[in-house]
C-alpha cells in the first residue's frame, strides 16, 4: 500500500479498500485486478482526500509516484459514486518532461515521443495553468514542429517554464480536478442528476498503457451486447494510434473491431490481444453479473484494460440483458427483475422517438399518454376520420375533448389538447387507446377558426402540415421525428412471466370497449378492474339512442327510448364476458351529468333538434335546463342511479342477460361484478341494490336459469371512506376511485388543474401533480380510512383501487401496503404494473 493511509491506496488483489469512498471507477477497477484482468497499476485517492485536496492539503504525492514504475507516465480519472454525475476530464501523460522525452523517443521513435509531449503540454496548459485554449489548438495543427512551439507557447504564457518535475505536475493535476468538482457549476450540473449535495469524488492514479507508438497501438471500447437492442453483438470502436476515449470522439475508427470486408480489423492486425479482449469481457459478464463496456488500450499487440462501465442501454436492451444474464444463470431471476425501472417498460409498449433523433420543438404539456406518432394536422373529429378514410395519418387538435371525439380519437394517430390534465378525457381515453397524447399544450395558441396553431415563438402550422406528438415527454414537434417501433418481444414476456410469479397483488385493467378488453388480454391483466359504461355510448349510432333517452318525457318515454339502448349495452357486455374468457369482470353503471352528451355548439343543436324533430328553441332551452354550475359535484353517478333509476335498470338487466348469454356449457361461470358511483351514503346502496335485486330476479324468472353477482361501490367521495364501514354492509367490494376522490380532496378541478399545475410543480407546492402520482400523506389518508373501515364493516370485503394511480408503482406500493386486493389501471399500463407489484413482493 501506498503508506500507511488507507485513503491512497494501491489496488491489488488483497489490498483491503474502503471502496464506497473512493468511488465507483475505483471500486470496478479493484474487482478487475482481482479478477487478475492486465489492469495497469492504479492508486485510488478517497473522497476525503480528494476534498482535503480541494482545499490545499496534498497527501505524500512523492509515494504515489513511488507506487508506479520508475519512467511510467501517469493517468488521472474522476471516480464518483455514480458514473452518470460526470466528473472533470481525464488528464494524460502526466510525467512527461525533457527527459523521458529523450528516453521514449529511444524506445518508441521520436515522432511518437513528441505526439505523447505536446498533448500533455496542451492539456496541462488549458486545464491545469487554465492558458487560452485557442493558442494551444492551432499548435496542434503544426506537425513535428508543434511540441518546441507549444512549450515556448506555454513559457510565454504562463511566465514560467513548463514544470519537469512529475510531483509538481501531478499534485498540480489532483488539485486542479479536485477544485473543479467542489465548484458551483459543477455541484448543480451533478444535483439536477440526483447527487446529493455533498458527493464526494474519488479520483484514481494509473499508469498509462501508452496507445501511441511501434507496432499496433490504439485504444477503444467494446462490449459483447448491442446497446440498442440488447442482443449479443460484439460491438465498440478502435483507433489506431490514439489515448483516452478518442476512438469515440471520431466519427470514424481507423480499424474494425471485428473482421470486415470493408477494410482491416483489430482482429487481424492484432489477433492475440483481440481474443484476449472478447475472453476478458466475457469473464467481466460472468463475474460482475453485468453486461460491461470495456475501455482498452494496445501497446505494441498487447492488451491493457484499463475500466470497465455498466453498457449504457436502451430499455429495451435493458430487459434483454437482464433475461438473459438470468437465463445464463449469472443473475437470479428476482435480480433480473429489480434491475428493470417500471416506468421505462411503457417505452416498450408503444413506437417511441429514436434516442438521439432531432427534436424540434414547437409546444408541449402534460405527457398524458406515451409512445410517438406522426400525421397532419386536424382540427375536427369529422377531418380526422376523412383523413384516416383517406389512408393518411392524422393528428387531431382540440382545445379539449368531449365523447363526441372519440371517433375521431379513434381515426387520429395522436391528440394534443389545450386544456386538460392527466386524468382529463383525452388523457383517460388516449392511454385506454394507447394512443399519444399530449393535453394542457398551453404554451400553444389553438386558432380553431382560422385552423392553425402558433408557437411561442411566433411560428404557425396549418391544417395538413405534418407534426409529431410525443407523449411520452410532452412534447410536440415539428415535421417527421425518427421513431422505433413497440418491442414486445420474446425477452419483454418472459421477464413478465417472472414477475407474474413473484407478484402477490392482482392486477386488472380499466376496459370500456372490446378492442381495450382484447389489449387488456394480450397484456395478460387478470380481469376488468373497471368498465366506463358511459363510455360505451360515444358511438355514432348510440349517441342518437342515447339523447333520446336523455329528451325522454316522462318514465314511458324514457323505458322506450331505454328499450333501443338495451339490446347494445346486452351486445357490450356479452362481448366482454366472453373475451376476458371467466376473468372477473366489474361494470360501474352510468356516471356523468346527462348533459354531457349534449351537444354545445350551434350545428350540434340543429342536428339534435333535426334529428329529435323538435323546434331548436326547445332543444336549446332542455340543454340549458340539464345544464348545471358544477356539473362534476352535481346530477351524476349514484345520483342519476336514485333520481332517474330507469337507467340502471336497463343496464343491470343488460348484464345479467349477457351473463346467461356468454355463460357457456362446461366453461367457468361469469360472475359479473357491478359497481355504483359516486357513492356518499349507506342508503344509495341500499335503495339500489334493492332494485338491482329484483332485475336479477326478473331476469331469472324469465330465463329460468340462475347466476350469480357481486355489487360493489366506488369509494371516490371523502364521506365515502369515512363511511366505507356501514356502506361494506350493503358492498361486497369496494374500489377507490382515486381520480374524484383527489378531486375532491383537494377541491382541485381535474379538469382544469392541468392549467396550473405545471406552475405548483416547478415551485414545488405539489412535489408532483397528484393526479398522477397518488397524494399519499393526504388523499392516501383518506383510502387508508377507507380500507380499515370497509374491513370493519365487512371482514371479507374485497378492496381495490381503479383511479389512474393504478398504473403508478409507488401508488402500487401505497395500495398493496393498505391490504387491497387488486389495482386497475389502463390496459397499456398493465405491464408496467405487474412489474411494479413484482418488485414489491421480491
Ligand atoms: C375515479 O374517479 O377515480 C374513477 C376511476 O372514475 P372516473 O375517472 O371515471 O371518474
Ligand atoms: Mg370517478
Known sequence: PAGDNPHVTLITPSSPMATPTHGGRAKCLQRLVRLDLPVPRTVALSFDTVHEIAGGALPDIANVIAQFDEGALLCVRPSSEDPDWGGPGAILNIGMNDARYVDLSERIGREFAAVLYLRFVQAYAVHVARLDPDTFDEIEDMGPGGLSAALAAYEEEAEEPFPQDPVEQLSAVLTCMARAWEGTTARLLRQAKGAPMDAGLGLVVQEMALGIGAGECGSGVLQLVDPDTGLRQITGRYLSQSQGREALEMDFASLFLTRDPRGPSLEDQAPEAFKALIENAELMRQRLREEMQIEFTIENGALHILDGIRVPRS??????????????????????????????????????????????VIGSGVAASPGAATGKIVFSSAEAQASAARGEHCVLIRRETSPEDIRGMHAAVAVVTERGGITSHAAVIGRGLGLPCVVGAANMKFDLRKRKITTADGRSFAHGEEITVDGTSGQVLAGAALTVEAALDDAFQTLMGWADKARDIAIRANVDTPADA?????????????????????????????????????????????????????????????????????????????????????????????????????VTERVEALGEYNPMLGMRGVRLGITVPEIYDMQARAIFEATLDASRAGAPPVVPEIMLPLVSAKREVEILRTRIDAVASAVKAERGRDFTYRLGVMVETPRACLRADDIAQHAQFLSFGTNDLTQMAYGLSRDDAGRFMSDYVQQEVFLEDPFHILDIEGVGELVAIGAERGRQGRPDVLLSICGEHGGDPDSIAFCRAVGMNHVSCSPFRVPIARLAAAQLAI
Not at 413506437?351 to 432531432?358: K, N
Not at 373497471?530 to 314511458?556: K, N, V
Open 518 to 618: 382484447a389489449t387488456a388480454q394480450n397484456f395478460k391483466a387478470e380481469g376488468i378492474g373497471l368498465c366506463r359504461t358511459e363510455h360505451m355510448f360515444f358511438e355514432a349510432d348510440r349517441l342518437t339512442p342515447m339523447r333520446e333517452m336523455i329528451f325522454a318525457d316522462g318514465s314511458e318515454d324514457r323505458m322506450a327510448a331505454l328499450a333501443v339502448l338495451l339490446p347494445m349495452q346486452r351486445a357490450d357486455f356479452t362481448a366482454l364476458f366472453s373475451i376476458m374468457e371467466g376473468l372477473p369482470v366489474c361494470i360501474r353503471l352510468f356516471d356523468p351529468p346527462l348533459h354531457e352528451f349534449l351537444p354545445s355548439d350551434r350545428a350540434g343543436l340543429r342536428d339534435l333538434a333535426e334529428a329529435l324533430d323538435l323546434p331548436i328553441s326547445d
Open 315 to 360: 430499455s429495451r436492451a435493458a430487459v434483454r440483458i437482464a433475461v438473459r444474464l438470468a437465463e445464463d444463470g449469472i443473475i437470479s431471476h428476482e435480480e433480473a427483475l429489480l434491475r428493470i425501472e417500471p416506468r421505462a417498460i411503457s417505452e416498450l409498449l408503444h413506437r417511441q422517438i429514436a434516442p438521439g433523433a432531432h427534436r424540434d
